[in-house]
């Protein structure tokens, strides 16, 4: 058993090794977590477990918390859980044992968190989640949750689609396309209650999904749906893809449909990575609900903040924006995944 | 109860099954969208819901025809969708350093890479299997799993996009008005039925499967036939990869080709060949790819629920599978038939219509 824990731990430990190596080869001139941090005092020490990196957004989610715990001078201790709660529960109780000040984590899955977790609170150390919620059965497990709020990424999708539709000057009612995250997942149940809610209240009479189906968040999934979609619907006037990805596949399929996407069919998408913007400033996206994963500044504040005893919220939303195409080519060079 | 021979060897035949289900299938999409067979021209290309069945169905019907082989020899390759996402990975990336990415020698070198990455794979399942003599869902099961993780580190977890039109032609260019995939397809189905039913190689094949031991002793290097079809569903799984990479013009080391090893075998047995080995049938497995991606595209255009999707195509694959059970058809329809003789009341003037039926359906 013992050996089996060292073994894990050792793992995570080179994991997290390779992690660093990968960021420091990224950011050019950086020598290392937290070595240029402020000075005076004992740096505070924050334990991060990441999901892992299984997308574009992810990466970025993870280069912006090493970045933003390097600025505030915080030693980092990082750990990547390959899409596996074991390692990740490992890496919390290493964490635990090297007494950090702060855990944060980004957890895999939502349940079986509570045994860690009391751990943590047995040995005063506050836990911090980011991006993703858990259910306990005892609410004081963790402190908060930074992390963005998808039912509201919804919403403001369907607002922004109303000045798209004023934009266009499109008249009469409107045929929507939707193209649905992974099913089952948060953010695609979420994404889309948001936007039916903004719907139902306000465009019962003129707006109507007339098809929806997944895409499964990736580029050949939001392809061959929207071809499929082309087809049963050939009217369709808006598409609302839950991420860009899916977008971009669809303006593919609209094009080899000899349709013009943003013209003949105006597309709002959510996420914002920097393909996702490439293609807005080039006319083919109309609007797209920002996700952002940078929350490394706000999470580092939080961190700061949580270590100071001050009160901070149950859940601090990241600071997002709706960009629409005007702004697409000023925001471009900004977009950092 | 008159069935005319000719009827009888129509629907003895190994590809009756299959055919009608897809001929079916391609009907349910009619009063969901009425112009779902017309084909119109966009864009100096044709445009239809037939043209991109075909489209999006050509990786699943090359990788489905190197699966048929290695199924054949008695194995079964679980490793196509990681070497779907290597090959595409690979590719893109180096071609994504080219300074100028229209350039024909960057894209055939970026394509020998790819595909040289695959056959790699193919060698090392093949070397599992045949000289190490590992269980075959064991060997490939290796790639399978690592292969996946090789392709986003090849793509530093991102998706890398690629604005290259010759590269875009292979899956999702046009030549002659039609998807230039859907000659990559031909020209790979054409050269795998002329190998292995113009010459020996597919009576190899098929003897390794049935019996690897007996081939080797009457003098057929089976351990070298066994490398080879790896090597060559690899390879298929390589141009498919390169398919699914272009025709979106990105590399998605997380997702492209996932679950396509399933699909891949579906349409195998699908297309009639056996899990066992020792008999195969390519023009089977091309059916059985199509009835898969027409499935799915139906699925898109008749509005299924999302949630319910998956179920839906459990449904009609289990459908699929026993009506290609002779074992199933005899006791449905033989019981019928058998108890139709016996003067039994009331229950076969029920039953009669029923049983005669259901063919006539499969080809109206």
Request: with cysteine; proline share 4%.
């Amino acid at each position: 058993m013992l050996n089996r824990r060292k073994f894990l731990t050792a793992a995570v430990g080179v994991a997290s090794a390779g992690a660093l190596a990968a960021c420091a080869k990224e950011d050019k001139g950086s020598t290392g977590t937290g070595s240029n941090g402020g000075g005076g005092g004992k740096k505070l020490t924050l334990g991060f477990s990441q999901v892992g990196s299984e997308s574009g957004w992810r990466t970025a989610n993870t280069e912006s918390v090493k970045s933003a715990a390097q600025e505030a001078g915080f030693t980092l201790k990082f750990s990547d859980a390959q899409q596996k709660q074991e390692n990740q529960i490992s890496a919390i109780r290493s964490f635990i044992a090297q007494k950090v000040d702060v855990i944060a984590f980004s957890p895999v899955v939502v349940t079986g968190w509570d045994a860690v977790l009391k751990e943590a609170k047995a040995k005063n150390i506050p836990v911090v989640l980011t991006d993703r919620s858990v259910e306990t059965s005892d609410e004081s497990l963790f402190v908060t949750l930074v992390g963005s709020d998808f039912t509201d990424e919804g919403r403001r999708a369907a607002k922004i689609l109303e000045k798209v539709l004023e934009k266009a000057g499109h008249k009469g009612p409107v045929k929507i396309a939707q193209l649905e995250g992974t099913t089952g997942a948060a953010p695609a149940i979420e994404r889309a209650k948001g936007f039916k809610e903004v719907m139902d209240a306000e465009h019962k009479d003129d707006w109507k999904i007339v098809v929806s189906q997944t895409g499964d968040f990736t580029r050949a999934g939001g392809k061959q749906v929207m071809s499929a979609f082309l087809q049963s619907n050939p009217d369709i006037d808006v598409l609302f893809a839950h991420n860009d990805d899916m977008g971009i596949g669809a303006i593919q399929a609209i094009e080899a449909a000899g349709k013009k996407p943003g013209k003949d069919i105006l597309i709002v998408t959510v996420d914002g990575v920097k393909d996702g913007f490439v293609a807005m400033s080039e006319g083919k996206i109309n609007a797209i609900v920002e996700c952002n994963p940078l929350l490394g500044p706000q999470l580092m504040e939080v961190v700061q903040k949580v270590k100071n005893g001050e009160k901070v919220e149950r859940w601090v939303k990241t600071e997002e924006s709706d960009f629409l195409q005007e702004q697409a080519k000023d925001a471009l060079p900004t977009r950092k995944y | 109860m008159t069935t005319t021979p000719r009827w009888r060897a129509l629907t003895h035949h190994h590809l009756f099954w299959p055919v009608a289900v897809l001929v079916v299938l391609l009907l349910v999409n009619i009063p969901f969208t009425p112009d779902f067979f017309s084909i119109k021209m966009t864009d100096g290309h044709l445009y239809g819901s037939l043209v991109s069945i075909v489209l999006f169905g050509s990786p699943l019907i090359l990788v489905a025809v190197g699966m048929t082989l290695v199924i054949a020899t008695g194995g079964i390759d679980l490793s196509v969708g990681a070497v779907v996402a290597i090959t595409g990975a690979l590719t893109c990336a180096h071609l994504s350093e080219q300074a100028d990415q229209n350039a024909l020698s960057g894209v055939f070198t970026a394509l020998a890479i790819g595909l040289a990455a695959a056959v790699v794979c193919g060698l090392w399942n093949g070397f599992l299997v045949a000289r190490m003599g590992i269980q075959p869902i064991i060997a490939t099961l290796i790639i399978m799993v690592a292969g996946r993780g090789v392709a986003q580190l090849i793509t530093d977890g991102q998706i890398i996009t690629v604005s290259s039109e010759p590269y875009k032609l292979i899956g999702g260019g046009y030549w002659l008005t039609l998807p230039f995939s859907i000659f990559v397809v031909l020209a790979v189905v054409a050269v795998t039925a002329l190998l292995t039913r113009r010459t020996a190689l597919g009576l190899l094949v098929e003897s390794v499967g049935g019996n690897a031991e007996a081939s080797r002793l009457v003098g057929i290097r089976s351990r070298r036939i066994k490398i080879m079809v790896y090597v060559f569903c690899a390879l298929c799984a390589g141009i498919a990869g390169l398919m699914i990479s272009s025709n979106t013009s990105a590399a998605d080391g997380n997702n492209a080709g996932l679950w396509i090893e399933l699909d891949a075998i579906l349409a195998v047995v699908i297309g009639g060949t056996a899990l066992t080995g020792g008999r195969f049938s390519i023009g089977g497995t091309v059916v059985g790819a199509l009835v898969i991606q027409t499935l799915t595209t139906t699925i898109y255009t008749i509005g299924v629920p999302t949630q319910t999707n998956l179920v839906f195509k459990a449904a009609v694959v289990i459908v699929v599978c026993l009506m290609q059970s002779p074992k199933f058809r005899a006791k449905v329809f033989g019981a019928k038939r058998a108890a139709q003789q016996p003067p039994a009341p009331a229950a076969p003037a029920d039953t009669a219509p029923t049983a005669d039926a259901a063919p006539k359906l499969e080809v109206s």
